[in-house]
């Protein structure tokens, strides 16, 4: 659950963008322009918007494509910061129901569908996918950090927010059971994969573990409870639903969470119980502290490495539960 500053990822959206608008193999293009700026009325887009007048629909329909056109250069790089004024200022659009559904190329769906269709969402999800995996280092999905990727979330739902379907900070690599869970979501606030000032929390959620330590670590007690709290003030009736039930799988008794917590634990317990007796060997063999904590937590525990591999983040907060980590 890390997040990333803006700033260090906004020339991989500008990338996007400049391929969508202008042309590049294995993306088309939702607003084609000719070669005097005009729009080809023929293809993407505007070929949508004079299908759905050829089906009768009303003119709110028309007008919303249409913004998304005169506006889709700046929709591609939008800022989540911007995502609900751009809606209010162009795309609240009177009698327009995103859930009315039109006939369109034999394919009778909702007008939302008929839009991300247009917009080629599914093509881009794959090209942001592998941006995501081979520049940005995200190998697990950005809410549990324990699957692989499987698919793209909207941060933003399409149904909701067609003409968001293509940005790509709207775009959140994840797996299909938190994808799932998040789509049933009613909390106030979720979790972005970007924040916008370097101020700003880039850890809103932590792992707690001082009782299971205590217990644990004198042999009273062998159930390991993994539980969240947030230091960036999320109402605590609001994490297990902004951690889409994270804790719940991380506490299944079969969890490879849970094995993995156990696994680092008894690293833990053997590196401070021989602690005393191996300092002299660790000064004769140069042994750093640098060795001692990836003996504990293994090679991952830094804060980039959140996405990198699994339990990176429950690792680095035991890290520092325990003083390993500062």
């Given at each position: 659950?890390?997040?990333?500053?803006?700033?260090?990822?906004?020339?991989?959206?500008?990338d996007?963008?400049e391929?969508?608008l202008?042309?590049?193999?294995?993306?088309?293009?939702?607003v084609?322009?000719?070669k005097?700026?005009?729009?080809?009325?023929?293809?993407?887009?505007?070929?949508?918007?004079?299908?759905?007048?050829?089906?009768?629909?009303?003119?709110?329909?028309?007008?919303?494509?249409?913004?998304?056109?005169?506006?889709?250069?700046?929709?591609?790089?939008?800022?989540?910061?911007?995502?609900?004024?751009?809606?209010?200022d162009?795309?609240?659009?009177?009698?327009?129901?995103?859930?009315?559904?039109?006939?369109?190329?034999?394919?009778?769906?909702e007008?939302?569908?008929?839009?991300?269709?247009?917009?080629?969402?599914?093509?881009?999800?794959?090209?942001?996918?592998?941006?995501?995996?081979?520049?940005?280092?995200?190998?697990?999905?950005?809410?549990?950090?324990?699957?692989?990727?499987?698919e793209?979330?909207?941060?933003?739902?399409?149904?909701?927010?067609?003409?968001?379907?293509?940005?790509?900070?709207?775009?959140f690599?994840?797996?299909?059971?938190?994808?799932?869970?998040?789509?049933?979501?009613?909390?106030k606030?979720?979790?972005?994969?970007?924040?916008e000032?370097?101020?700003?929390?880039?850890?809103p959620?932590k792992?707690?573990?001082?009782e299971?330590?205590?217990?644990?670590?004198?042999?009273e007690?062998?159930?390991?409870?993994?539980?969240?709290?947030?230091?960036?003030?999320?109402?605590?009736?609001?994490?297990?639903?902004?951690?889409?039930?994270?804790?719940?799988?991380?506490?299944?008794?079969?969890?490879?969470?849970?094995?993995?917590?156990?696994?680092?634990?008894?690293?833990?317990?053997?590196?401070m119980?021989?602690?005393p007796?191996?300092?002299?060997?660790?000064?004769?063999?140069?042994?750093?502290?640098?060795?001692?904590?990836?003996?504990?937590?293994?090679?991952?525990?830094?804060?980039?490495?959140?996405?990198k591999?699994r339990?990176?983040?429950?690792?680095?907060?035991?890290?520092?539960?325990?003083?390993?980590?500062?």
């Amino acid at each position: 659950m890390y997040r990333f500053f803006i700033d260090d990822v906004k020339s991989y959206a500008f990338d996007i963008a400049e391929k969508l608008l202008n042309g590049v193999r294995g993306l088309q293009r939702p607003v084609v322009r000719k070669k005097d700026g005009s729009v080809d009325e023929s293809k993407g887009l505007a070929l949508l918007k004079s299908k759905l007048e050829n089906v009768h629909a009303a003119d709110g329909y028309l007008e919303y494509i249409q913004h998304i056109i005169d506006h889709y250069d700046d929709i591609l790089t939008l800022h989540p910061s911007q995502f609900e004024k751009f809606k209010d200022d162009y795309f609240n659009i009177a009698g327009v129901n995103l859930s009315t559904k039109f006939k369109i190329d034999n394919v009778h769906q909702e007008f939302y569908k008929h839009v991300a269709s247009y917009m080629c969402c599914d093509t881009v999800k794959k090209y942001v996918r592998r941006i995501m995996i081979d520049f940005l280092k995200i190998r697990k999905c950005i809410y549990c950090n324990d699957i692989e990727i499987q698919e793209m979330d909207h941060f933003k739902p399409e149904a909701k927010y067609p003409f968001l379907c293509t940005s790509f900070f709207n775009l959140f690599p994840s797996c299909k059971r938190c994808n799932g869970k998040k789509n049933k979501w009613t909390g106030k606030n979720e979790f972005c994969l970007y924040r916008e000032k370097e101020s700003e929390d880039c850890n809103p959620f932590k792992f707690d573990f001082p009782e299971m330590l205590e217990d644990y670590l004198t042999y009273e007690n062998d159930k390991h409870t993994i539980k969240f709290s947030s230091p960036s003030g999320y109402a605590k009736e609001e994490i297990s639903d902004a951690c889409l039930d994270i804790e719940g799988r991380y506490n299944d008794e079969l969890s490879d969470a849970r094995k993995h917590l156990k696994n680092v634990l008894n690293k833990y317990k053997h590196q401070m119980g021989c602690l005393p007796a191996t300092l002299n060997a660790c000064s004769e063999l140069n042994i750093t502290k640098k060795d001692e904590i990836e003996f504990v937590l293994g090679d991952c525990y830094k804060v980039e490495d959140i996405h990198k591999d699994r339990f990176v983040k429950m690792t680095i907060d035991f890290g520092k539960e325990t003083g390993m980590l500062k």
